[in-house]
């Protein structure tokens, strides 16, 4: 079945790294997400990786999947204070995008 | 190029009444995907269209039903409201909905039930 889960909370210091972790449960994931939501905004799409990859980097961000333990996560380098948000990675099965979104973690960064 | 817009953006309906919700997506953009978005249930998926057929389905009962329009636009509909239907119902649109496709999702439509 389909679920995803992650830690709700994260605190770092500014110019630390972040790390954040997610864990799915179906192995036929085709695709894997990172969004990014600010208060009062949308989600919007940071990245996303492709099942038969285990990593990719784009820029500050750098995105790890681990197919075999089902564990994805995103670092962002130098964090920022206007990386403050709530992170959601999602996965989509077969290609199309019915996405199933994690619980999302709020990553506070403090200057 | 325009966002996706989403109307109204704020609702506030009684139970047992009806409501429905508009997406415009972005041009050229074929597919759109409803989600509902609740602090206990977090974000999940309602449907997706593409060229105006429901495409993919969610877990949500009968009372959820949704449609799109030869333009793109989507129309989602809610009968009989719960007060559980409380939630923020975003919209996103893709140009083809396939899995590499980007999603852009709307502000949402915040509908409060009481």
């Known amino acids: 079945g389909e679920d995803v889960e992650q830690s709700l909370f994260l605190s770092v210091r500014e110019g630390d790294s972040s790390v954040i972790n997610c864990t799915y449960t179906d192995s036929s994931s085709t695709y894997l997400y990172w969004y990014k939501q600010e208060p009062g905004a949308g989600l919007q799409l940071l990245t996303y990786i492709f099942s038969n990859m285990d990593m990719k980097q784009d820029q500050r961000l750098t995105v790890l999947l681990n197919k075999k333990d089902k564990h994805l996560s995103l670092r962002i380098a130098d964090t920022q204070t206007g990386d403050s948000a709530i992170y959601f990675c999602?996965?989509?099965?077969?290609?199309?995008?019915?996405?199933?979104f994690g619980t999302g973690t709020k990553l506070q960064v403090i200057p | 190029k325009a966002g996706v817009t989403q109307t109204p953006r704020y609702l506030i309906k009684t139970r047992g009444q009806q409501v429905t919700l508009s997406c415009s997506p972005i041009?050229?953009?074929?597919?759109v995907s409803w989600y509902q978005q609740t602090p206990g249930q977090g974000l999940q998926f309602l449907f997706e269209y593409f060229s105006e057929t429901q495409r993919n389905k969610g877990n949500f009962p009968g009372r959820f039903s949704g449609r799109q329009f030869s333009n793109s636009r989507s129309e989602m509909n809610v009968s009989t409201l719960e007060l559980g239907d409380s939630a923020l119902y975003l919209c996103a649109s893709s140009f083809m909905g396939q899995g590499a496709d980007e999603q852009y999702f709307g502000p949402g439509t915040r509908l409060t039930v009481t």
């Open positions: 041009s050229g953009h074929r597919s």
């Open positions: 999602a996965e989509s099965i077969g290609g199309y995008q019915k996405v199933t």
